[in-house]
Structures are given as C-alpha cells and as structure tokens.
C-alpha cells in the first residue's frame, strides 16, 4: 500500500513539474477610434502619483497637488464647457470656498495608449463638498488624469458618473 501511495505522489510531481503557465506581457486590446491605437495595461507608479494627488486636494493642500503635477494643469470641470488652466494661486482661491472636502475613489484603472508619451489614470469617485456658504455639493465623477513622461499630473478631464 505504501508503494502505491509513493507511486501515485511521483506520478502527481512529474505531472504538475510538465504543466505551463503562459504569461503575456504588453497584451493590447481595444481601439483608440481615431487613431486606431490600441490600450495596454499602466503602471502603479502613475495609480501612487493620482492617489497622492487626491489625498492633497481632499486636505486642500496646494503644494501636494503641484509637487505632483506641472506648474499649471490643463483641467476639463465636468460642468464646464472649456478647459481651464489650474496654477497655484488659482487653485488656493478655489479651496478658500470650502470649508472642507470628501473624496472617496472607487477604484483607479492605469493604462497606456499606444504610440503615446503619456499615461493615463482613470478614477470613479465620489465627492462631498462643504462650502464655507453652508452648502454642500454632492459629486460623482470619472475623471482621466493624465500622467506625464516625467510622472506629473499634466491634465485632468472630469466626467459626470451620476448614477
């Protein structure tokens, strides 16, 4: 009985020593629509980068928010129709409307367009905003953040998610 039992432990070894694991890298998929480009997979260093730049604007603190990102960030506001560009003296007038702010993400998703110098870091998340006036404002958003060669926020665009 032992023998057969040792037999039937080899016979398993061998086998599992015969079996494969196929790991692909830089997998594509998907279609930028203009260029036909296709997405691969980001790097967590970028979800590090959008995280800590989240942390500083929920804190308010504008040096966070520009040691991540260019001196002066491209940024599309979901209720805007063009784009602004953000800089420090912009942003701390921003934040002195705000008593405090509440942003809670959903989940971070980095990917990579082909053919591209950028990445980018989409985030759902929801937002609470108490303005010093007493008012609270409510959002749900799907913002890109778009990462830099050099690992800066160099644009934001936001999307309404209410659902």
Known sequence: MKKIVGI?????????????????????????????????MGDDANVATVKA??????????????????????VFLHNLETPMYMNRTLLTQMFSNFDSIQATPVYFLPYQVAGWDQSIVQVVSKEKRFLK???????????????????????????????
């Open 8 to 40: 039937f432990a080899l016979v398993v070894v061998l086998y599992s020593c015969n079996q494969t694991t196929e790991v692909i890298e830089n997998k594509q998929a998907g279609e930028w629509v203009s260029s036909g480009a296709k997405y691969s």
């Open 53 to 74: 730049f989240i942390e500083g604007y929920e804190k308010m603190n504008v040096e966070t928010i520009f040691n991540l990102s260019q001196d002066s960030v491209r």
């Open 133 to 163: 006036d007493g008012t609270i404002e409510n959002v749900r958003l799907l913002e890109k953040f778009i990462i830099d060669k050099d690992g800066k926020v160099s644009t934001i665009r936001q999307f309404d998610a209410a659902w």
